[in-house]
Nanobody, 123 residues
Framework: QVQLVESGGGLVQAGDSLRLSCAAS????????VGWFRQAPGKEREFVAA???????YYADSVKGRSTISRDNSKNTVHLQMNSLRFEDTATYYC?????????????????WGQGTQVTVSS
């Protein structure tokens, strides 16, 4: 079992930055892909970014160039730095862990999820 806890969300203005964090407990991230997803009201949950154990990174086109995902395996944490935030970035952001193997951008590939942290960007 892996427990994931997100933090770092909040209310910011357009153009501001936020750093989201995901901390794992119960079992290490070792070997897992960790991803960030987001869900806005009335919309489906969508992929934001992912980082496999190798450290290679994947980003949705909507955040590419504005966001950086990183992981600290010694601390079982993953961070998502988001810059130049836009109104359309407003959503609940979820951290997820894929301990089973392939798949980076699909929600079905992830077997553990956090409770989410709210990011609200005012225009």
């Amino acid at each position: 079992q892996v427990q994931l806890v997100e933090s770092g969300g909040g209310l910011v203005q357009a153009g501001d930055s936020l750093r989201l964090s995901c901390a794992a407990s119960g079992r290490s991230f070792g070997g897992s892909t960790v991803g960030w997803f987001r869900q806005a009201p009335g919309k489906e949950r969508e992929f934001v970014a992912a980082i496999p154990w190798s450290g290679r990174t994947y980003y949705a086109d909507s955040v590419k160039g504005r966001s950086t995902i990183s992981r600290d395996n010694s601390k079982n944490t993953v961070h998502l730095q988001m810059n130049s935030l836009r109104f359309e970035d407003t959503a609940t952001y979820y951290c997820a862990a894929n301990t089973r193997g392939a798949g980076y951008t699909q929600t079905w590939a992830y077997d553990y999820w956090g409770q989410g942290t709210q990011v609200t960007v005012s225009s």
